[in-house]
């Protein structure tokens, strides 16, 4: 079973790209657009990971990881420039999904907000 679609649509300065997913196991995935001067990747990484303090209550620790990485190929006059974002989240198995879907959903559209990149990109802490 997956979440996600054969494609992904990254929406980069307001132009889409299509990515096609070309691997999946179950609990990973990595999709890949890729031109003559450029690609995208998308790797989607799901995993249990061991909790550093253990809760009865709510066993387990899952860790949820989303990395875009967009590369220019090299020209003979330009060097290639490579970017990446990723994010990284983690909840405890058995915590409420919907109270961690807000949570995460909140956090990631205030810290992907234009002013705040734009402060991190002027070193503004």
Not at 79 to 97: F, H, I, K, M, N
């Amino acid at each position: 079973m997956t979440a996600f679609g054969a494609t992904f649509t990254l929406t980069i300065n307001a132009v889409a790209k299509t990515l096609n997913r070309i691997r999946f196991d179950g609990y990973n995935s990595e999709y890949l657009l890729r031109t003559s001067t450029e690609e995208y990747r998308l790797f989607i990484r799901n995993s249990d990971a061991k909790a550093k303090v253990v809760n009865p209550l709510l066993r387990g620790l899952e860790r949820h990881n989303a990395e875009v990485v967009h590369r220019i190929f090299a020209t003979p006059t330009t060097p290639e420039v490579l970017r990446r974002v990723y994010t990284v989240w983690e909840s405890y198995a058995g915590d409420d999904q919907t109270a961690v879907g807000n949570f995460v959903t909140g956090a990631l559209a205030d810290i992907g907000s234009s002013g705040f990149v734009a402060n991190q990109l002027l070193w503004i802490a």
